[in-house]
Structure formats: C-alpha cells, structure tokens
C-alpha cells in the first residue's frame, strides 16, 4: 500500500469498525448495498516463456504466437507450487496489505479446474489461513466448470451477502489455475495464476443488479477425462464456436436485461455505447478482439436503422443473417475487426495485458484481465464508468454480467494497489523454452506421486509466497511460505 | 403422483400460472419468501448387497456391520450408470413428475465428489434435459467438497432466490454419488444414488433464515488424491472424531443463532426439545445415533440447572467437561447413548431408512435421510415441526442448519411422493457378495478407460431410468433412457 493513501476500513458501512472486532455483527444491514468488489490481489508466477522463442523452438512460422494468437509471454509454475500454493499466496496478501482480519471473512468461495484431489476442496486448504482467528465459520467451498468457477463463485458470494443468510461479514472469491497443455501447438496457450478479491457492500466496484445472463450447454469442446494427466482433451475449433456462440446469447440477453433493469423499459436500445469497458475471459487475446468485433455485429443485427455511412459501413449484405451462421465467414471477421478497432482501443485492450503476458490463467483470466483494465487507468479516466465482464467456461458454463466503479477513497486505494502491475510483470525471470520443456516433462512423470519432494529451489520462490514443501506417502501436503530472513 | 392429490402449481406467489409460461417474471416478488423445498426426487440403484452376507463373504464377526455399523444392506451401481446417469435420471423424474417445464429453471447447483472430468461439470451434462425447452439461461455449477456440496449447492440456490439476481424462476439442487472402498473393511460403507430437490418461495418445508452455521477446517481425514481410482484415502478415525468435532461445533453456534434470530433474545435456552426432528448425513448409522447422543452432552454442559434426576442422570462427573476432550471416551458414550434414546426414536430413528437400505449416498446421504423421515410420518405429524439437518463433507466442510414444514396442499404432495419409498426400496435385486465383487474388480480395470461399452445389461436398469450406452476414444459419454416399449 503506497503510503500517501490513507486505507479506508472495510466497514459494512452502519460501524466504523465493525469488521476488525470479531464475528457475527448483529447490527448490520438487513441486506447489503452496492456489494462489489473492496480489494483485488493477483498472483502470476516468477517464471515466463518468450513466446517468439517458443516459436523458434517449436518450428512454427515466426509470428504463429505472437501475431496470430497475440501473445507475448506465458508464465508457468516450477514443481514448487501447485494450486493450493497459487490461492493460499493470492488470498494471504490480500488479507495483509488491506489489514483485513480472518475473523471478518463470513464466506470463501474458490474456482478451480486445477484438480490435485476427486474430494477435498481447496478451499479447505485455505482453512489453514483461518487458524490462529479461531474463525471456523466460513461458507462456501470450491466451484467447478473449468475456466467458469471464478464467476460461479463471485455470484454465489454477491447472493449470499445478499441473502438473510449474510450476517455481515465480508466474501473472500478466489480463482486460480495453472493451464499447460501436451508438447504441441496447444502449448503456447498455457498459463498460471490466481486472482483474489474482497467482496462487500459499499465497493469502489459495484455490480450491477438483475442484469447478468448465462448460457449453459452440454458440449465436449475442452474437458479433462484423463484423471491422471494435467493435460486437457481440447477441440479447438468447436470450442471457439462455443465461445462465440455463448458471447452472442449472453449478449443479446444481457441486453433485454439492462433494458429491463436500469434503463426501465424495453424501448431506448442497449448496444456496445452502455459499456464503457468491456473484459473478457481470454484463452489467447486474438479471440479477444474477435469478440469485442462480434459484438458490432449483434448491435447492428439489432438496430433498427444502420448507419452505413459510418460505423455500420460495409455490414449491408449482412443485414439479414443469423448469428449463429457467421463463425466461418472470414470476411465479416475482417470486416468487423475493422469496424470495432477504435472500440476495441477504448474498451478493451488495456485488459488483455495479463493475458499477454502471463497467458491463460483459465478460471483466474477474467479478473486478470478487470486488474489489467485497473492497472492502465486512473481513478478520473473510471469514476462513473460500466464495465461489462464476459465469463467463458467450457463444457459449457458463460455469464455476461456489469459493475461499474464508484469514486471513493476505496477506488482509489483499488488504483493504487495495481499501479506496479506492468513493473511485476516485468520484473518475473525468463526461462529459455529448452528447461520450459524440461520442467513440463519432469512434472509429467511425477504428477500426483507421492511420497514427492519438489526439485526446484526455493530461492526462486518469491517474497510472501507459499510454496510446497513436500507431498508424504499419504499424499498429503505441506506448504511454507517464504519470507525475508 | 396419486390421483387423489391435486397437484398445486410451484408458482411465484403472485401469478397462478407465472412458472408454467416461460422466462423471467417480471412482476415476481422483489425478494423470494418463505424459501424451501417444493419437491423432492430420490434415486438409488436397482442392486443392492446384503451385509450380513457380506459379513460372512468378508469372513468377519456376525453383526460387525450389520449392528456395529447400523447397516442393512447396500447399494451399488453396475457400469451402465455412472455420476451423470444417475443426476440425470432424478432431475427427469422429479420434473416429469412434478408437471414442471425446464423453462421454468432459473438456477441448476450440483454436488457431487464423483468425478468423472476435472474440467466439464455434471452440471454442463444436466444442460441435455434443457435443449428441447430452449432455455440456456440456467446459473449455477458443481460444487465440490466430498459430502458436503449437496448442502453447499443447496445454500446457493437458497441465496440465489433471495438475491437481486432471482427473477422469479424456480432452481434446482441435484446430489448424487457413487461411494465405492477398497476391498477390506470399509468396502461394506458405500452406497450409491442423487437426490433432486426444486427450490422456490412458498415452500411446504421452508429453511429458518440466519440460523445456519457452519466449521470450515483443513484436515486429511477422507479424501482422494489417487485420480486414477475410484476408491479415497481414508483415516477413519480421524474421520470419525473430525465429524463429531464439527458437530460440536456447528450445534453450539446454531444454538447462539437460534436464540438470536428466532426467540429474538439471548437469554431463552435453545436445546433439542427446540427441534423436532434431527437428520444427519450418515457414513454409516451407528454414528448418527451417537452424533444425535451428542447434543444431549452439549445441551447438559450449556445448561445451567442440570436434571440430575432425570434427563441428566449419571452425568455429574462430567459437569466441567471440555467437549473436545470426551471423543475417546467409551463410557460416556455409553451413557449418553442410553439417555438419548427416547429421543433418538422420535427425532432421527426414522431418518436413517434409506441409509440403513442404500448405504453412504455421500452428497446424497443427508436428503436421502430427510426424504426418509418424511416418508415415515403423516403430514399432521410433520406440520408446524422443525427438522434440524447436520451435514458433513472431510476436508472438512460442515454446516447445522433447520427448516420447518407448512401445512399446506404442497405438504400433503410431498409426502405423497415419498409414500412408496419402502416399498422401493423393497423391491430392489439382491446380488450375492461374490458377483458384486466381481462387478467392483471388472470396474477397477475398467475405470476412467476409452473407449468403453458398458458390459451390464441394458434389461436390468429401472423404467425411466437413463444409462450409460457407451464412451467413445475422446472420453465422450452417451446416454439412453430406459423406456416402457
């Protein structure tokens, strides 16, 4: 916390200190207000991957990663943490830089695709925080659906405090995941990290009410059957279509909503205009920008009377279609990016600078990308703004949903704490693709072993990190965290 | 659904037909009251095992699991249903029988420990049921915590309904397991089967609001961190004394809450005269029966004026006792076992029937106990009463929570549904201990393998039951439904 801003305690806004001094605040809200997020924590690991040099190293055409899928850099864990290291670090930060107590956690919900156990949750695991609070009385367990359980537990932690269930206290979410793939051209779209944030009511970041629309489906586009791999089965290109297709349904619904719900009535047209952000879940940034353009497309399906002078200029013969018709039309593709490019300068790409830089962070991605968004703006350039937020899981679980940022002391403490987001990135160690290979193959051989005992240094574990420290013959694990001496 | 009863419609309160026409009610209440249970499926394999005949197969003491565990006989799935047939066939059944439309769906939580996929969520698998319907805006995915997620996906549906995000549609909570051990002396503890439940306002068993409590801790007590097999990683001890922890626990905070939020003072005493019935997930029987012998030591320790004449009888020297000390302690077991029998026959006795005739039904267990217990009692003996529910997950996740019936013709259906339940459970195919264990061993070899054609036949699964047809070499799984031709 930079020192010339003053914390604001993270009261529940009828005391001034109600949430440092114990359990159960009988005084509280009936239900809460304007509940977002409070405070937000990212953690990537200090090892990367040059993405042009994975090139080289996998004989591909020199910008395949870079260009094509818009990569720079993937980050990557050693055998010295795993995804109960990745939240116990993300969420142990969180809780010591904004001096929040474990006694004022009422709820903890963890999203995950990152499996080391068929029952134990990790959110269990992050029992062990809670401790020395004496604090054993914490809702919520782990949420699962791939890249999805984040968002699954961010709604889950927004209803409960909600709810005559809330008595109160604060919402811990965390999302984390480490994402490698199999030798191949999938493995470039790896990644690692965990995201926490602090939920409560009177947010910097609210979200916005009754308006967040899903699409759930059954498909096989990208799973993991083989228990014992942590490779995933991937279909690429259906799982694009997936993607792309929730987008659209999300989209055109979400729409109905917000007109519904904050502009109450369903005349004056909800298009790209109402969001002045827009973040998405990223499995490589290209189909980012190929998302924010599809959305051009549903705004002039929908508008009664395109401008084709201007921002509907060439979209004519499209005038009739049907969305889900258009995955494999690469002339509208072109033709949309094109169109959305200023969109996509002003709304979206700060985002992506995560995902560029750290890769797919699966469940984590999406609220990577909010802090990237955080990080590249000032708290003038976000005060009064809405940012939409899509959220993709394969299988198929998707929500798009809005918050939107409230000026206070809180948002600027939230600004403050990502201004040094683009300096830790750069900060992390460059791995040569030759031991990144190596590392994955020795990981290969010794997943899920036990007894284990991690080969990598523990000096290269950073500062108020936690990391494995061994895995007994029971399986079972013991963490460390590595502080200054 | 007997033709006597008349079906009401699970409407919205406000509309007689609002659920029975489509998506989100726009005139539906502001916030869902009166929150519960609408109606209730409960699914368990066609094969059980007899555990007298085990015991003898085991060459174990007579008696061993039959009255040292409390357990009469145990289910057991062929390899033609797995974790997604079995969810499948409740949620089919239960809205079939119900007359409810999948439009009507707002929300769909699943809690399960067997996991097929790290990734895809049974959830996504459920979404085959919506298709015809059209309706994808269904919130919600799996949540994971051993035997806990049913009771963690059950509190956020509960929460959704009373959160800004409900929009008058109705949600439904799915637990289901397959619970399999090892060859040896655990084996005789599994069971298998799901339980579906439809959530909405105006319900005949509506929860108490800001009672529930909850003991989140780290252990490593039951878990399963080998990926490849079906079978967890046990301390059954640990487990043991793990769940009569939580128990404490949980039952002392729910009593603060209790007091708090229902008698609206601090002062009234609240013990287990306040709950007319008590249900607890069960890993075997016997333990519920010292579980509810428990309380009785709670409620003696928290009262100020013990009964020494009566209900505290022979518990003198126990006055100034440390809960956490007597978990090893053989006599006091005995005695409270002894003075809580009366209350054991009228509270849980009851409860236990499908645990006694399926065995550990993991997420499952504790609903299966709660359909138990109604099917057991009128709705004149079930009205106006107040049903505690004690749920475990190892890890550990638990939560002490209560609801209360309202007479109502909704009451009277659900009892309706469940007046078969013996008889079910009676007319299921006995399998000798020798072929179920020839069945477990072919599925040991057979686990999580692809491609894969199911070797049981298709003659032996129930009507309206879905199974398994085949698993391809991408590990995507087909299913049939069994139908009358």
Redesign the interface.
């Given at each position: 916390m930079p020192s010339s801003v003053q914390p604001t305690p993270y009261t529940n806004g009828h005391t001034t200190n109600g949430l440092t001094n114990g359990h159960?605040h009988?005084e509280h809200e009936e239900r809460a207000r304007d509940v977002g997020i409070l405070a937000m924590e990212v953690y990537f690991p200090n090892n990367f991957v040059d993405q042009a040099e994975l090139e080289r190293f996998d004989g591909v055409s020199a910008g395949k990663y870079t260009i094509g899928l818009g990569q720079e850099r993937m980050g990557f864990c050693t055998d010295r943490e795993d995804i109960v290291s990745l939240c116990l670090t993300a969420v142990e930060r969180l809780m010591r830089r904004t001096g929040t107590s474990y006694a004022d956690i009422g709820r903890?919900d963890v999203g995950t695709?990152t499996?080391?156990?068929?029952?134990?949750?990790v959110?269990?695991?992050?029992?062990?925080l809670?401790?020395e609070s004496g604090n054993?009385?914490?809702?919520?367990?782990?949420?699962?659906?791939?890249c999805?359980?984040g968002t699954?537990g961010l709604?889950?932690s927004?209803?409960?405090m909600?709810?005559?269930?809330w008595?109160g206290r604060l919402a811990l979410v965390v999302a984390g995941d480490i994402a490698v793939y199999a030798s191949g051209n999938a493995r470039c779209t790896g990644g690692a990290g965990a995201v926490a944030m602090l939920i409560g009511p009177h947010a910097p970041l609210v979200f916005d009410?009754?308006v967040?629309?899903?699409?759930?489906?059954?498909?096989?586009d990208?799973?993991?059957?083989?228990?014992?791999s942590e490779y995933?089965?991937v279909d690429g290109q259906l799982s694009i279509r997936c993607y792309m297709e929730a987008l659209d349904?999300c989209y055109a619904?979400y729409r109905?909503?917000f007109a519904?719900k904050i502009f109450k009535n369903t005349t004056t047209p909800v298009n790209l205009d109402c969001l002045d952000f827009m973040v998405f879940h990223s499995p490589f940034t290209k189909l980012v920008q190929k998302s924010l353009s599809r959305l051009i497309l549903s705004d002039f399906l929908a508008h009664p009377e395109p401008d084709y002078t201007g921002k509907h200029a060439g979209l004519e013969k499209y005038r009739g279609v049907k969305l889900n018709t258009t995955f494999a039309d690469k002339d509208l593709e072109k033709l949309l990016l094109k169109l959305s490019h200023d969109a996509f300068s002003s709304k979206t790409d700060a985002s992506l600078m995560v995902a560029r830089n750290v890769g797919n962070m699966y469940t984590a991605s999406l609220y990577g990308g909010l802090a990237s968004l955080i990080s590249s703006h000032t708290v003038e350039e976000l005060s009064k703004r809405r940012v939409g937020l899509f959220s993709y899981?394969?299988?198929?679980?998707a929500?798009l949903f809005s918050a939107h940022f409230v000026p206070s002391d809180r948002l600027t403490q939230l600004v403050e704490s990502f201004r040094n987001l683009r300096q830790r990135l750069d900060e992390r160690s460059k791995t040569a693709p030759e031991e990144f290979d190596a590392i994955l193959k020795s990981k290969e051989s010794t997943h899920?072993s036990?007894p284990f005992t991690p080969a990598a240094p523990v000096e290269a574990v950073p500062r108020d990190a936690y990391y494995l420290e061994s895995i007994d013959g029971?399986?079972?694990r013991q963490y460390l965290v590595k502080r200054d001496s």
């Amino acid at each position: 916390m930079p020192s010339s801003v003053q914390p604001t305690p993270y009261t529940n806004g009828h005391t001034t200190n109600g949430l440092t001094n114990g359990h159960h605040h009988a005084e509280h809200e009936e239900r809460a207000r304007d509940v977002g997020i409070l405070a937000m924590e990212v953690y990537f690991p200090n090892n990367f991957v040059d993405q042009a040099e994975l090139e080289r190293f996998d004989g591909v055409s020199a910008g395949k990663y870079t260009i094509g899928l818009g990569q720079e850099r993937m980050g990557f864990c050693t055998d010295r943490e795993d995804i109960v290291s990745l939240c116990l670090t993300a969420v142990e930060r969180l809780m010591r830089r904004t001096g929040t107590s474990y006694a004022d956690i009422g709820r903890l919900d963890v999203g995950t695709e990152t499996l080391i156990d068929k029952s134990k949750s990790v959110k269990t695991n992050l029992m062990r925080l809670f401790e020395e609070s004496g604090n054993n009385d914490v809702e919520g367990v782990d949420n699962l659906n791939a890249c999805y359980g984040g968002t699954a537990g961010l709604f889950n932690s927004l209803d409960w405090m909600e709810s005559s269930a809330w008595d109160g206290r604060l919402a811990l979410v965390v999302a984390g995941d480490i994402a490698v793939y199999a030798s191949g051209n999938a493995r470039c779209t790896g990644g690692a990290g965990a995201v926490a944030m602090l939920i409560g009511p009177h947010a910097p970041l609210v979200f916005d009410q009754g308006v967040r629309s899903s699409f759930m489906q059954h498909a096989y586009d990208f799973y993991k059957p083989d228990m014992a791999s942590e490779y995933p089965t991937v279909d690429g290109q259906l799982s694009i279509r997936c993607y792309m297709e929730a987008l659209d349904r999300c989209y055109a619904k979400y729409r109905q909503k917000f007109a519904a719900k904050i502009f109450k009535n369903t005349t004056t047209p909800v298009n790209l205009d109402c969001l002045d952000f827009m973040v998405f879940h990223s499995p490589f940034t290209k189909l980012v920008q190929k998302s924010l353009s599809r959305l051009i497309l549903s705004d002039f399906l929908a508008h009664p009377e395109p401008d084709y002078t201007g921002k509907h200029a060439g979209l004519e013969k499209y005038r009739g279609v049907k969305l889900n018709t258009t995955f494999a039309d690469k002339d509208l593709e072109k033709l949309l990016l094109k169109l959305s490019h200023d969109a996509f300068s002003s709304k979206t790409d700060a985002s992506l600078m995560v995902a560029r830089n750290v890769g797919n962070m699966y469940t984590a991605s999406l609220y990577g990308g909010l802090a990237s968004l955080i990080s590249s703006h000032t708290v003038e350039e976000l005060s009064k703004r809405r940012v939409g937020l899509f959220s993709y899981g394969s299988g198929v679980a998707a929500s798009l949903f809005s918050a939107h940022f409230v000026p206070s002391d809180r948002l600027t403490q939230l600004v403050e704490s990502f201004r040094n987001l683009r300096q830790r990135l750069d900060e992390r160690s460059k791995t040569a693709p030759e031991e990144f290979d190596a590392i994955l193959k020795s990981k290969e051989s010794t997943h899920h072993s036990a007894p284990f005992t991690p080969a990598a240094p523990v000096e290269a574990v950073p500062r108020d990190a936690y990391y494995l420290e061994s895995i007994d013959g029971m399986h079972r694990r013991q963490y460390l965290v590595k502080r200054d001496s």
